[in-house]
């Protein structure tokens, strides 16, 4: 069974860093994309950034420059930097990864999600 389990969130003041961890487990297979998505109190969920397994990356423009996303494939572990943040950054992050069981169609996995607050 696929799992994919967050980590890292918390509250932190407005200009804080924090550093978001997700780790799969049950995966044997080749994962595509991951990456983080966010949703915040009475807002859709919205993409924040994403790595190809080639590294090619995909940054929402409301992060570029304070969020870095990087990637273990060998983990099956993707990990989100987040600097300078802001109380707009508060929300649910949501770990995302793409990929294709054998005799499976492709699909994307999800995490439970964790929860970052910004404190101005």
């Known amino acids: 069974q696929v799992q994919l389990v967050e980590s890292g969130g918390g509250l932190v003041q407005s200009g804080g860093s924090l550093r978001l961890s997700c780790v799969g487990s049950g995966i044997t297979f080749h994962l595509d994309a991951m990456g983080w998505y966010r949703q915040a109190p009475g807002k859709q969920r919205e993409l924040v950034a994403t790595m190809t397994s080639g590294g090619d990356t995909n940054y929402a423009d409301f992060v570029k420059g304070r969020f870095t996303v990087s990637r273990d494939n060998a983990k099956k572990a993707v990990y989100l930097q987040m600097n300078s943040l802001q109380p707009e950054d508060t929300g649910i992050y949501y770990c995302?990864?793409?990929?294709?069981?054998?005799?499976?169609?492709?699909?994307?996995?999800w995490g439970q999600g964790t929860q970052v607050t910004v404190s101005s």
């Open positions: 995302l990864a793409g990929g294709r069981a054998p005799y499976r169609d492709y699909r994307d996995y």
